[in-house]
């Protein structure tokens, strides 16, 4: 049987209301992101590279009402590696840890939930955040539970919380861990980006980080 978490993110075009995502001038680490077609069991790398302590340039909001910048990512919003395909076999579900940005807020916030975009046969079995390491870790592994994290110096998988609920200390950056569950009676399937509902002093708000995940019998 198929499960879908859904969430209101369907359709939620590049940095939709937010106003803080990264210009082309942001360094934008390759490692975490590849164009290689993966398979279950490969985790992508950890990198090396802290996030700017700059302010995000400004990009325009899809929201007039909306005042200022409310989340800032690290790399940018749908960077030249954010087309990742994995293969998937058999009929059983799959789990992945997928932790791909690091975001922060620049007011007081707080989470109301962290997903995917919508994707019938995609699943988000669990969602937490933990304050960012100065060397960040990024990537997607396979398995539940990920007993590879807690051993990871680059993320502090020991210190996450639920995102549901989580409050936000500005400017401090943070990962966001999502446990993905695949049904393969569902391929193919894709996603598009990590969606974070929040509220803040303007009031309730969402903000996508596109990146495009692809799941297929054959990539």
């Given at each position: 049987m198929r499960h879908a978490w859904r969430t209101t993110a369907v359709g939620v075009g590049v940095c939709a209301l937010l106003s803080g995502c990264f210009g082309s001038s942001s360094p934008e680490p390759t490692a975490a992101h590849s164009h290689r077609h993966r398979s279950p069991g490969t985790s992508q790398s950890t990198e090396a590279t802290s996030p700017p302590t700059t302010d995000p340039t400004t990009e325009p909001t899809t929201t007039p009402t909306t005042s200022g910048a409310a989340l800032a990512f690290f790399p940018k919003s749908d960077g030249r590696h954010s087309h990742v395909c994995y293969t998937i076999s058999g009929s059983t579900p799959v789990d992945y840890v997928y932790y791909p940005v690091l975001f922060r807020a620049t007011s007081a916030t707080v989470l109301t939930s962290a997903a995917v975009t919508y994707a019938d046969g995609v699943q988000v079995a669990g969602a937490w955040i933990a304050p960012s390491t100065p060397t960040r870790g990024s990537g997607m592994v396979q398995g539940w539970p990920p007993s590879d994290l807690a051993a990871d110096p680059s993320v502090q998988?020991?210190?996450?919380?639920?995102?549901?609920?989580?409050?936000?200390?500005?400017?401090?950056?943070?990962?966001?861990?999502?446990?993905?569950?695949?049904?393969?009676?569902?391929?193919?399937?894709?996603?598009?980006?990590?969606?974070?509902?929040?509220?803040?002093?303007?009031?309730?708000?969402?903000?996508?980080?596109?990146?495009?995940?692809?799941?297929?019998?054959?990539?």
């Open positions: 998988w020991s210190q996450r919380v639920p995102a549901a609920g989580a409050s936000l200390t500005p400017g401090t950056w943070y990962n966001v861990f999502l446990h993905l569950r695949v049904y393969p009676d569902a391929l193919p399937l894709a996603t598009s980006g990590v969606v974070l509902d929040f509220t803040d002093t303007d009031g309730s708000r969402q903000g996508t980080w596109v990146d495009h995940l692809s799941f297929k019998t054959k990539c």
